[in-house]
């Protein structure tokens, strides 16, 4: 099992919860830390002394105090820290759900496994732990059914069109312009809004920057 293990946490109660866990599966050596900057300077002091940690188990959100930070989430954290250390196995466990954000730490910053602080969690965190240690990927099964369906999400033609026109720097009242010289339809603004929006509210993105990104990383456009 994992010999040296590293806590990201701002949360105390939280922080003894997964300590707790971790000793039930017999690893007892673990620190932990409630800032994300600490945490990346003490992979790095493990990385200088030869003694490099073999987990990161992270929360995603950090409340904000009277101390500043270069890195102030998670998400940020673990971006960083596969670059420092890129075989460093990562954990998050976080009361975040949304499909979109579980899909990026997985496919973007190839992180091991993701528990959702849930009924449960204890158990949950420990069938990770010893998926994780196996070398596999570990998702909490309420998540599963969410990213299966993001990701289920059938593109069309009059879809790609739109997005590939906003990649190009088309502002989106203009797009009916373009559908109607190469005689698309449908072709009115009302139209392009509303397949924007569905595409959105499936994806679970706010902005079309981020649809186009996500279209854009994923070989859609």
Not at 149 to 178: C, H, M, R, V, W
Request: proline fraction near 2%; hydrophobic fraction near 40%.
């Amino acid at each position: 099992m994992f010999k040296r293990v590293l806590i990201a946490e701002d949360q105390e109660s939280a922080n003894i919860s997964v300590q707790k866990t971790l000793a039930d599966l017999g690893i007892t050596n673990t620190e932990y830390t409630f800032y994300c900057d600490d945490a990346l300077m003490l992979l790095r002091k493990g990385l200088q002394s030869d003694q490099p940690y073999d987990l990161l188990i992270t929360d995603l959100s950090f409340e904000e105090d009277h101390r500043l930070q270069k890195i102030s989430d998670g998400i940020e954290l673990a971006r960083a820290v596969k670059q420092m250390q890129p075989d460093l196995k990562i954990l998050v466990f976080s009361a975040e759900n949304k499909a979109a954000i579980v899909d990026e730490l997985f496919k973007e910053i190839g992180i091991n496994g993701y528990v959702r602080k849930a009924r449960h969690d204890a158990k949950d965190l420990k069938l990770a732990l010893d998926a994780i240690y196996k070398n596999k990927i570990y998702l909490s099964a309420d998540l599963k059914q969410t990213v299966k369906e993001k990701n289920a999400y059938e593109f069309t033609d009059f879809d790609i069109t739109i997005i590939s026109q906003l990649l190009k720097g088309t502002l989106q009242k203009d797009i009916p312009y373009y559908l109607q010289e190469n005689n698309i339809k449908p072709s009115g603004l009302s139209s392009v809004e509303k397949r924007l929006n569905l595409m959105k509210e499936a994806l679970e993105f706010t902005k079309n920057e981020q649809l186009v990104a996500y279209c854009k990383d994923f070989g859609i456009i």
